[in-house]
């Protein structure tokens, strides 16, 4: 479905982390998972991905927008399939985060089979323009 490249999955939750990876692992997905944002940045200047999905907001100190602009200055190419996942998208701080960087919003709780199209549209946009 995506190719060779997983998707990265970033979520401070361990259960929410186990319960994604196996929901896209399910829908065809390979998946590396990260449980901490510096834990992301190290995976993502390690390897390729095919997209990213990211919590908002992480534990540590390093969240989702620093990965996102950490992507977005490092791996340009990978920003058009980035996706944030929020327990709460009507935060000022989300909205202007998603007015401000432009990159799809999903919030918790939301379908399985809603991610899961989500990630294939933004993995095969990525696709066509790429290939």
């Known amino acids: 479905m995506s190719g060779s490249l997983p998707i990265l999955v970033v979520e401070d939750e361990e259960i929410l982390l186990c319960f994604f990876?196996?929901?896209l692992e399910r829908g065809g997905f390979k998946v590396s998972a990260a449980s901490s944002g510096n834990e992301a940045l190290a995976l993502l200047e390690q390897k390729d991905f095919a997209g990213v999905v990211c919590d908002l907001r992480l534990e540590g100190g390093t969240g989702g927008p620093e990965i996102f602009?950490?992507?977005r200055k490092n791996r340009l190419q990978l920003s058009s399939c980035f996706?944030?996942?929020?327990g709460d998208a009507s935060d000022p701080r989300a909205?202007?985060?998603r007015e401000h960087i432009g990159a799809p919003f999903i919030e918790k709780p939301f379908r399985v089979a809603q991610l899961l199209e989500i990630l294939k549209k933004l993995t095969s946009e990525?696709?066509?323009?790429?290939?």
Not at 83 to 86: A, H, K
Not at 126 to 131: I, L, P, Q, S, T
């Open 83 to 86: 996706l944030f996942i929020t």
């Open 126 to 131: 990525k696709a066509g323009v790429f290939a």
């Open 69 to 71: 602009e950490w992507v």
């Open 21 to 23: 990876k196996q929901a």
């Open 95 to 97: 909205v202007e985060l």
